[in-house]
Nanobody, 121 residues
Framework: VPLQASGGGLVQPGGSLRLSCEGI????????IGWFRQAPGKEREWVSC????????NYADSVKGRFTISRDNPKNTVYLQMNRLEPEDTAVYLC???????????????WGQGTLVTVSS
C-alpha cells in the first residue's frame, strides 16, 4: 500500500497528537486525501479531507475546531493535527487517496493499515 499513516499513541484527554500520511512511491499532491477513523465495533467514520486542487479542508462536525488537516507537498505528506482530544476520539485512524474530497469511503481508492490513537487518563 503506497500510503503510510503514523503518529498515533496514547494521550490524555485534552492533549494533542499529529498524525502523518506519507506517500511511499506515490505522489499525494495529485489526489484528494481523506482521514477516516474506526473504533472497535463501529463503522468507519469520516474525519476530514483535503482537496487536490486548492488544498481546501473539510471536517466532520465532531472534530471541527479541534482538528486541522494540511499538506506538505515537498515532503509528500498530509498531516492531521488533533487538539483537545476526547476519549470519543479513540480509534484507528486511516488515510486514503481519492479523486475528490468526500465523506463517503467508497470515493477513495485504497486503505492502509492505519495508526491507533487512544485517548485515556
Amino acid at each position: 500500500v503506497p500510503l503510510q499513516a503514523s503518529g498515533g499513541g496514547l494521550v490524555q484527554p485534552g492533549g494533542s497528537l499529529r498524525l502523518s500520511c506519507e506517500g511511499i512511491g506515490f505522489s499525494l499532491d495529485w489526489h484528494a486525501i481523506g482521514w477516516f477513523r474506526q473504533a472497535p465495533g463501529k463503522e468507519r467514520e469520516w474525519v476530514s479531507c483535503i482537496s487536490r486542487s486548492d488544498g481546501s479542508p473539510n471536517y466532520a462536525d465532531s472534530v471541527k475546531g479541534r482538528f486541522t488537516i494540511s499538506r506538505d507537498n515537498p515532503k509528500n505528506t498530509v498531516y492531521l493535527q488533533m487538539n483537545r482530544l476526547e476519549p470519543e476520539d479513540t480509534a484507528v485512524y486511516l488515510c486514503a487517496p481519492g479523486k475528490r474530497c468526500s465523506p463517503r469511503p467508497t470515493e477513495y481508492y485504497y486503505w492502509g493499515q492505519g495508526t491507533l490513537v487512544t485517548v485515556s487518563s
